[in-house]
Structure formats: structure tokens, C-alpha cells
């Protein structure tokens, strides 16, 4: 009897490691052996790579499944280990699909970064990916949890009583919600009326930064001195702020200069633009000199030069500075700001 016992379970066990083997062999043929037949960089070979974790264990759940179904178990042992592969079978799916999304998202934001600094169609492209991307691997993430949650006949049952007094408890849920609902919503309509994009230069409370992340719920924006401003999503929606580059990255940069009375002008005006023609900062497109306002004491001038980006418009700004003031003192000294004391008899 025990000899006959032996033998079934070793027949058993022996059909068991058969089916393990087939599926690690499977798993072999299509996630390492049929991606060395692609090119190294091809789309194919890149997804296959980034799912080959998640597909083995999902073989492996699947060869625990027919494995177990050879044995005769007791009832109560055969209902966990059940429960068990089906909770670590609901986890699988869920990160095999983060894996396909986080790297379906990845080609996308590498494509659409290209360049993307003066291209302002490749930003919103790239600002709807990335909410998209989050808004789905939240919805994994809550599926998946759910999804194991369910399998528990106790909390089952709780979830069907709370949906029967669905309507307080949804008005109480909504209340506390609020502001994260809000954000979401706020977020939704940025990501579609392209109001905001990754890479824009904006002026938020007086400070000014480029928008480096678009979440679900806030917004970061890094300054020009690498402070990072932690902003909630609702706030491009109910307040006031300046956004130099929604409809083009171009720019005018400013620069003012006090000078004399006595200070030529036009000398001035040619000067600028030998300036800015050794500077790699202007995109040679726009540039003047003007007089703007004339004080009991200066005249002040104003030089605007065009940029390609938000970025060069202060350096610019300095540089002109810079190289007027010296070219003054050089051979102008006299334009320069003067104050004059004339002498009665």
C-alpha cells in the first residue's frame, strides 16, 4: 500500500517538474531566445525585455496551478493554496501591466524629449503622455488591489454593505475628497487644454522657473537657482500666472542703460548690434536701441534682443550690460551720467 502511495506521488512529482519545465522552456523561447533575433535597439526587443520578470512568474503561477490540480488534497488545504496563487495571480497581471505601461510611456517620452525644449508641439505631446501614463498605472494600482481585496469573503461582504448605503456614504467620501478630486479634475483639463506643458517658462508668486513635473495632484516647478516650488494642480486653474513660452519659446530680453545728454545714440545703437553679433545667446532675429525716458539728469535707453529660449534672456541681458558700460568707459567716457555745477559771477 505504502509502495503503491510512493509511486503515485513520485509519478505526481515527476509530472509536476514536467510542467515546470515546459513552462520555463516556453519562457525561454519567447522571452530569451526569440529576442536575440531582433536588432538591439528595436521596439519589439525593448518590451520583451522589460516584461521577461513578470511573464516568468506568471508561467510559473500557471505551472503551480496545473501542478496542484494533480494532487488529491483536503478541502481546507486545497481552498488556500487556491486563494494563495490566485492573490500572487491578480499581483502578476498587475505588474505585468505597469511593466507594459512604464515602458510603452518610456519610447514615448524619449521620441517626444527630442528637441522638445523649442518644439512646443512635442511638449504638450509629451505633458498628455505623462498624465495619461499616471492616470493608468493608478487605475493598475487600484484594480490590483481591489481585485486581491475581493478574494476575502469578509470584506466581500463589507463592500456589498457599503454599497447598499452608497448614497451618505458617497456624499461623505465626496466632501473629504475635495480638494484631491480637484487637483485630478484640474489635472485633466491642463493635460488637454495644454494651459500648462513640461519645459514652459512660468512666473508663479513672483518667482520664476521652468515646469519640470506634471502629476495627478501637484506640479513642480524648478527655479533659476535650482529651488524646486511644490505647486497643487488646482492653482493653474483658479489663479492668475504668467506663462512666457504657451505659444512659442521666442523672447524679448531687456536691457536699460543711463547715459548723458552728450551720448551719441546712433554710436550706441551700432555698438549693440557688433554686441550682439559675437554673442551666441541672440537667435539674430530682432534687436533695437531706444530712447524710453529722459529724467532731469540721464537719458534711458533701452535694448530689446530676441532669444530662442527663456533660458539665454538673463545672460543676454547681463552681457549687453557688460559690454556697453565697457565700451562707455572706453571711448565715451564722457556718456557716461554726469553732474554738472555751474559757477556765477
Given at each position: 500500500?505504502?509502495?503503491?502511495?510512493?509511486?503515485?506521488?513520485?509519478?505526481?512529482?515527476?509530472?509536476?517538474?514536467?510542467?515546470?519545465?515546459?513552462?520555463?522552456?516556453?519562457?525561454?523561447?519567447?522571452?530569451?531566445?526569440?529576442?536575440?533575433?531582433?536588432?538591439?535597439?528595436?521596439?519589439?526587443?525593448?518590451?520583451?525585455?522589460?516584461?521577461?520578470?513578470?511573464?516568468?512568474?506568471?508561467?510559473?503561477?500557471?505551472?503551480?496551478?496545473?501542478?496542484?490540480?494533480?494532487?488529491?488534497?483536503?478541502?481546507?488545504?486545497?481552498?488556500?493554496?487556491?486563494?494563495?496563487?490566485?492573490?500572487?495571480?491578480?499581483?502578476?497581471?498587475?505588474?505585468?501591466?505597469?511593466?507594459?505601461?512604464?515602458n510603452?510611456?518610456?519610447?514615448?517620452?524619449?521620441?517626444?524629449?527630442?528637441?522638445?525644449?523649442?518644439?512646443?508641439?512635442?511638449?504638450?505631446?509629451?505633458?498628455?503622455?505623462?498624465?495619461?501614463?499616471?492616470?493608468l498605472?493608478?487605475?493598475?494600482i487600484?484594480?490590483?488591489?481591489?481585485?486581491?481585496?475581493?478574494?476575502?469573503?469578509?470584506?466581500?461582504?463589507?463592500?456589498?454593505?457599503?454599497?447598499?448605503?452608497?448614497?451618505?456614504a458617497?456624499?461623505?467620501?465626496?466632501?473629504?475628497?475635495?480638494?484631491?478630486?480637484?487637483?485630478?479634475?484640474?489635472?485633466?483639463?491642463?493635460?488637454?487644454?495644454?494651459?500648462?506643458?513640461?519645459?514652459?517658462?512660468?512666473?508663479i508668486?513672483?518667482?520664476?522657473?521652468?515646469?519640470?513635473?506634471?502629476?495627478?495632484?501637484?506640479?513642480?516647478?524648478?527655479?533659476?537657482?535650482?529651488?524646486?516650488?511644490?505647486?497643487?494642480?488646482?492653482?493653474?486653474?483658479?489663479?492668475?500666472?504668467?506663462?512666457?513660452?504657451?505659444?512659442?519659446?521666442?523672447?524679448?530680453?531687456?536691457?536699460?542703460?543711463?547715459?548723458?545728454?552728450?551720448?551719441?545714440?546712433?554710436?550706441?545703437?551700432?555698438?549693440?548690434?557688433?554686441?550682439?553679433?559675437?554673442?551666441?545667446?541672440?537667435?539674430?532675429?530682432?534687436?533695437?536701441?531706444?530712447?524710453t525716458?529722459?529724467?532731469?539728469?540721464?537719458?534711458?535707453?533701452?535694448?530689446?534682443?530676441?532669444?530662442?529660449?527663456?533660458?539665454?534672456?538673463?545672460?543676454?541681458?547681463?552681457?549687453?550690460?557688460?559690454?556697453?558700460?565697457?565700451?562707455?568707459?572706453?571711448?565715451?567716457?564722457?556718456?557716461?551720467?554726469?553732474?554738472?555745477?555751474?559757477?556765477k559771477?
Open positions: 500500500m505504502f509502495e503503491d502511495l510512493y509511486n503515485e506521488y513520485f509519478i505526481l512529482g515527476a509530472i509536476s517538474l514536467l510542467i515546470f519545465i515546459a513552462a520555463f522552456a516556453a519562457f525561454w523561447l519567447s522571452f530569451i531566445f526569440f529576442p536575440t533575433l531582433f536588432v538591439e535597439k528595436s521596439i519589439a526587443k525593448r518590451f520583451l525585455r522589460a516584461l521577461r520578470f513578470p511573464v516568468l512568474a506568471l508561467f510559473m503561477l500557471l505551472a503551480a496551478f496545473l501542478s496542484f490540480n494533480l494532487y488529491d488534497s483536503p478541502p481546507h488545504v486545497e481552498n488556500t493554496i487556491s486563494h494563495i496563487l490566485l492573490i500572487f495571480l491578480i499581483a502578476t497581471f498587475g505588474w505585468l501591466s505597469g511593466a507594459l505601461l512604464r510603452a510611456y518610456t519610447l514615448i517620452r524619449e521620441h517626444y524629449e527630442k528637441g522638445a525644449l523649442f518644439d512646443l508641439s512635442k511638449r504638450s505631446a509629451l505633458t498628455q503622455a505623462q498624465f495619461l501614463y499616471r492616470l498605472m493608478l487605475g493598475v487600484a484594480l490590483s488591489l481591489g481585485s486581491i481585496l475581493m478574494t476575502f469573503p469578509a470584506i466581500k461582504s463589507i463592500g456589498v454593505g457599503i454599497l447598499g448605503s452608497a448614497g451618505i458617497g456624499i461623505a467620501l465626496g466632501i473629504a475628497a475635495r480638494p484631491i478630486l480637484l487637483n485630478f479634475i484640474a489635472g485633466f483639463q491642463i493635460a488637454m487644454t495644454k494651459m500648462i506643458k513640461i519645459g514652459d517658462a512660468v512666473v508668486e513672483k518667482e520664476q522657473g521652468r515646469i519640470e513635473v506634471i502629476s495627478l495632484t501637484h506640479v513642480t516647478v524648478k527655479t533659476w537657482d535650482l529651488r524646486h516650488l511644490i505647486v497643487p494642480v488646482s492653482y493653474f486653474i483658479d489663479k492668475p500666472y504668467q506663462n512666457w513660452t504657451v505659444f512659442s519659446t521666442d523672447l524679448y530680453a531687456t536691457a536699460y542703460i543711463h547715459c548723458d545728454f552728450t551720448a551719441d545714440v546712433e554710436k550706441m545703437r551700432q555698438k549693440l548690434h557688433e554686441i550682439l553679433e559675437e554673442s551666441p545667446l541672440w537667435d539674430k532675429k530682432v534687436w533695437d536701441l531706444l530712447v525716458n529722459i529724467s532731469e539728469r540721464t537719458l534711458q535707453l533701452r535694448a530689446t534682443m530676441s532669444v530662442r529660449d527663456t533660458s539665454n534672456a538673463f545672460p543676454l541681458q547681463c552681457y549687453v550690460r557688460e559690454k556697453i558700460i565697457g565700451y562707455l568707459q572706453k571711448e565715451s567716457l564722457s556718456s557716461l551720467p554726469q553732474i554738472r555745477i555751474e559757477k559771477d
